[in-house]
């Protein structure tokens, strides 16, 4: 070190534990989530019949079989979600998921929004027309295991 | 890694790079995990991400409505009104049965809607900062220590820009003294790679299952102690 690089611009940053004690606008996080309402609603990620539909979680459609009558991605007729109403979203959706995707790539590629797809998507599943595949690990923050995973397939690259 | 076919398949949207093998067989899904990479605008998130996926990032959109009061939302007009997040996001296929998601957002607090969602199961965050524009990340860093969702601040130097030490970014930033401070170079793979260890590092000496590690939250116990927080 030759020079003394000058000190980054000398902005106050109060840490959160210092704030603590003063009063928070919107009071912590349990109010911020419950004033707002999301456009689609998906309770805690999961759809009503339970899949959890993160933006990760793989999804996928095997291919209709060809000429046997009305294959899945004809949506059954009579009362159904979003999926059942909207009609080429939902058969672009099953289309792509010939191939396994995420939920986020999903929505990328069809240039839809995230949350849009998702209702679809849980549509299409709670229907058995998707499927939703498990994360591969217990829900909530990944374990030692899958963490040292990642690590040696990390170094890998 | 794990490139199995480039044949434009009829399956694929136009423009799509080929899959890898394990999207072919829809009997099984590797394991997915993901990882947020959060900041201001324009701090290198998408160079971040672009660097070491096997795809080159995708952009998707959340829209989002809030109506009521909009208590946290400084933005928010009375009724209702529409706010669209763009996240780019990137993969690496770490293992035949292993797929990592990372995924860049923006840092502002209107955004925060969305993380709530996003970190959802996430391994954690890197926070990218800019030295010019230090207070661009002060949000992120928020939410992530309120939060308990272990993090790592990586400064994305900029050449021709006063490069400063970690130490002092440490200092500007209030972090505390064990969170991992990185100077790096958003454009270079080696970089990126270490920022991705030293995150994933930070994750599992905060994580439950190690004897003397007082963190089995995610939060150091002093921190969360002394904020009266009750970590998620
Ligand atoms: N010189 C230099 N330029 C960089 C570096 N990282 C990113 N850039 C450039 O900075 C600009 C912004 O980078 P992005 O990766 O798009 O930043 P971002 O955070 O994704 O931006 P938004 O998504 O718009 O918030 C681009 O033109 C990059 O090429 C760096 O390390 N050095
Ligand atoms: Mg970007």
């Known amino acids: 070190m030759t020079t003394a690089a000058p000190a980054p611009p000398a902005t106050a940053r109060v840490p959160a534990q210092a704030r603590a004690a003063a009063p928070r606008r919107g009071g912590g996080p349990a109010v911020r989530r419950s004033a707002r309402v999301r456009p689609y609603s998906l309770t805690g990620g999961r759809?009503?019949?339970?899949?959890?539909?993160?933006v990760e979680t793989f999804v996928g459609a095997p291919a209709a079989p060809r000429a046997a009558g009305p294959g899945p991605d004809v949506p059954a007729p009579g009362p159904g979600g979003l999926a059942s109403r909207v009609l080429p979203e939902a058969r672009a959706i099953l289309g792509l998921c010939r191939r396994l995707r995420s939920v986020a790539e999903v929505a990328a590629l069809l240039k839809m929004p995230l949350g849009v797809v998702r209702v679809l998507i849980a549509d299409l599943a709670d229907q058995g027309r998707i499927r939703v595949y498990g994360s591969g690990h217990t829900p909530g923050r990944p374990d030692r295991a899958l963490l040292e995973r990642v690590l040696s397939g990390l170094r890998r690259l | 890694m794990d490139y199995a076919d480039s044949d434009p398949s009829p399956d694929a949207p136009a423009g799509e790079e080929g899959a890898a093998s394990w999207q072919t067989d829809l009997s099984r899904a590797p394991a997915a995990t993901k990882i947020v990479i959060a900041g201001g605008f324009g701090v290198g998130k998408t160079t971040f991400v672009g660097s070491v996926s096997e795809i080159t990032p995708l952009?998707?959109?959340?829209?989002?409505?809030?109506?009521?009061?909009?208590?946290?939302?400084?933005?928010?007009?009375?009724?209702?009104?529409?706010?669209?997040?763009?996240?780019?996001?990137?993969?690496?296929?770490?293992?035949?049965?292993?797929?990592?998601?990372?995924?860049?957002?923006?840092?502002?607090?209107?955004?925060w809607f969305m993380w709530d969602d996003l970190v959802r199961g996430a391994i954690g965050a890197v926070v990218m900062v800019d030295t010019r524009r230090l207070a661009d990340c002060f949000p992120a860093l928020d939410y992530f220590e309120s939060g308990g969702l272990p993090y790592v601040v990586a400064v994305n130097h900029f050449e021709g820009t006063p490069r400063h030490e970690a130490g002092a970014v440490r200092e500007a930033l209030a972090l505390a003294p064990d969170v991992p401070v990185l100077i790096m170079d958003a454009r270079r793979r080696v970089g990126v790679v270490e920022t991705l260890l030293t995150l994933v590092g930070r994750a599992l000496d905060v994580s439950p299952g190690v004897p003397g590690v007082p963190g089995a939250t995610g939060v150091p116990a002093a921190r969360g102690a002394a904020r009266g927080v009750n970590p998620a």
């Open chain 2, 59 to 111: 952009r998707t959109e959340a829209v989002m409505t809030s109506a009521g009061e909009g208590v946290d939302d400084p933005d928010a007009v009375p009724g209702k009104a529409t706010t669209t997040v763009a996240m780019d996001f990137g993969r690496i296929t770490l293992d035949a049965d292993l797929v990592l998601y990372l995924f860049g957002t923006p840092g502002q607090k209107r955004f």
């Open chain 1, 47 to 54: 759809t009503r019949f339970g899949h959890v539909l993160l």
